[in-house]
């Protein structure tokens, strides 16, 4: 009873939301779906190499808030985006991580001629090693936060040249 209460409260938001939100969440679902296929059927080996350029993260630049009118509405499409994906991923039929959920933020960033610093984290936990990605666009923290402090930043992938995959 309480996932249909949810989930009618889920589809009475998106109703709320209006036409460009809508527009945002059904590209948000297919990129999800793409992100989760890429993983499976490419593997991260070439998925990496389709995000760009690996950088240290401590060699990024700082987040810088933005100031201009132009910065502050790029910085709005992105947490619109981050806001969109971060909304249909706990009702994607599979587990849509925080990979995937960064990998379809980053696709719906680029598709907008908006770079996006996707962050690749580590921690150790019960003898295992946890990872976690996120995304800084436009000057804004866009998904995958708020970070854990024991997640130490390994490197990010930073804005360059698209390549297809």
């Known amino acids: 009873m309480a996932i249909a209460i949810t989930v009618a409260r889920k589809i009475g938001t998106l ?3 209006g036409p460009r939100r809508q527009l ?3 590209e948000a679902v297919g990129q999800l779906v793409r ?3 890429r993983l499976k059927m490419r593997g991260w080996t070439q998925v990496a190499a389709a995000l760009g350029t690996m950088i240290p993260a401590d060699a990024v630049p700082a987040l810088e808030t933005p100031i201009s009118a132009a910065e502050i509405a790029t910085a709005r499409l992105a947490r619109q985006i981050g806001w969109a994906v971060g909304a249909v991923a706990p009702f ?3 587990r849509a991580k925080c990979l995937e959920q960064a990998m379809a933020v980053h696709a719906m960033l ?7 610093f996707m962050y690749f984290g580590a921690s150790p936990s019960d ?3 946890s990872a976690h990605a996120w995304i800084d666009a436009a000057g804004v923290r866009v998904i995958g936060y708020p970070v854990a402090r024991e997640f130490t930043p390994l490197g990010c992938f930073v804005p360059g040249p698209v390549s297809p995959l």
């Open 15 to 17: 109703a709320a939301v």
């Open 24 to 26: 945002l969440v059904v």
């Open 35 to 37: 992100a989760r296929y």
């Open 92 to 94: 994607m039929p599979f």
């Open 110 to 116: 680029r598709a907008r001629g908006v770079g996006a």
């Open 127 to 129: 003898g295992k090693i």
